[in-house]
């Protein structure tokens, strides 16, 4: 099993550019997250989803769209970068029955300048 | 407003040295209490999960507790290999969509 994989894995913006980040699981779990994190502070949850086909907004969802088409991808879109954005982004997964632990991605350092 | 807050922020110690690292947390209700570890450059690895006060859980050099308030995680004989960023979060009870509220975590170093 890969686990949580994230692509890409660097990436560098300029302010007004968009791109997306994807990001797939192969553990068949229900629930999908997208955090961001920065120096000094702890995760902070993007937007999130319990199920293909929906999602929901987390704790800073502004600047950020997201999309679960398929149940073992979950892509995260930035539409017009801004240097608030640069951060590194970690996607995560977890069961929705028993335990709940999150599992983690490597990774997406993303700069926008 | 539930919260967690780890202590201290970074923890030097010598090789052998052991120590314990400081989660505590204000939730409504407990549904789970969380450990991981992050290495430089990488995502968070899943070390623990605690439901209860009075529960402990061990792995290697690490032993992680749970209080009504706060979580300890204990690192017995640290080795260099055991320098990381320890995170703690907690699921409250009543939320249905099982997200997480993170700690800024402890950054642990041990010197050989």
């Known amino acids: 099993n890969a686990g949580v994989t994230q692509t890409p894995k660097f990436r560098v913006l300029k302010t007004g550019q968009s791109m997306t980040l994807l990001c797939a699981q192969d553990m068949n779990h229900e629930y999908m997250y997208w955090y961001r994190q920065d120096p000094g502070m702890g995760l902070r949850l993007i937007h999130y989803s319990v199920g293909e086909g929906t999602t929901a907004k987390g704790e800073v969802p502004d600047g950020y769209n997201v999309s679960r088409l398929k149940k073992q991808n979950f892509l995260l879109g930035l539409e017009s970068a801004a240097p608030s954005q640069t951060s590194v982004y970690f996607c995560a997964s977890s069961d929705n029955r028993g335990s709940y632990e999150q599992y983690f991605g490597p990774g997406t350092r993303l700069t926008v300048t | 407003e539930d919260q967690v807050t780890q202590s201290p922020e970074a923890l030097r110690l010598q090789e052998g040295e052991s120590s314990s690292l400081n989660c505590s947390y204000t939730v409504s209700g407990l549904r789970g209490l969380f450990w991981y570890r992050q290495d430089p450059g990488k995502g968070p690895e899943f070390l623990f999960t605690l439901y209860s006060a009075g529960e402990e859980k061990e792995k290697e050099r690490l032993k992680a507790t749970l209080t009504k308030k706060e979580s300890f995680l204990h690192i017995t004989a640290p080795k260099p290999e055991d320098s990381a960023t320890y995170l703690c979060?907690?699921?409250?009870?009543?939320?249905?969509?099982?997200?997480?509220?993170w700690g800024a975590g402890t950054k642990l170093i041990i010197k050989p």
């Open positions: 979060a907690v699921q409250p009870f009543m939320d249905s969509n099982y997200q997480l509220i």
